[in-house]
């Protein structure tokens, strides 16, 4: 499965306010610094997890975001619908705008729907906590993504 740009930047993004859970409002200038971000490109991916209930905005000069609910209880596939409505391996969905395949009688599109629901519910069940618990285990050793 390859994930998006904004998928990628949304996980990122929420990995960094999740460790930093409970400090208060962290700046997206920080969170860019410390994830390597574009900082126009994560406001932009921020806004979306605003709208989707999964940050809190505070304004002001010691404003920034922090998570609206503790990492245990945000999953992947809330952070990745947030900001790719919905979670999907189909390249032909018109659900994400893409142009129709033959989906009538298409096995690749039966596969791939399957495919999509299992992984869907597999990201339901993994929290943004597990991934960070996970992450800090292996924080010596660098990602390649």
Not at 82 to 106: K, W
């Amino acid at each position: 499965m390859r994930l998006s740009a904004k998928e990628r930047t949304a996980l990122r993004a929420m990995a960094e306010l999740a460790r930093r859970y409970g400090q208060g409002p962290i700046s997206l200038t920080a969170v860019a610094a410390t994830e390597g971000l574009p900082l126009p490109y994560l406001e932009r991916v921020a806004t979306d997890l605003r709208k989707a209930g999964l940050v809190v905005s505070v304004r002001g000069a010691r404003g920034g975001y922090y998570l609206a609910r503790p990492p245990e209880d945000i999953s992947i596939a809330d952070i990745m619908r947030a900001v790719e409505n919905p979670v999907m391996l189909i390249d032909c969905a018109p659900e994400r705008g893409q142009a129709r395949c033959h989906e009538v009688g298409c096995a690749a599109h039966q596969v791939l729907q399957v495919i999509s629901s299992h992984l869907e519910q597999a990201l339901d069940r993994q929290t943004l906590a597990a991934i960070i618990s996970d992450l800090d285990q292996n924080r010596e050793e660098p990602a390649i993504c």
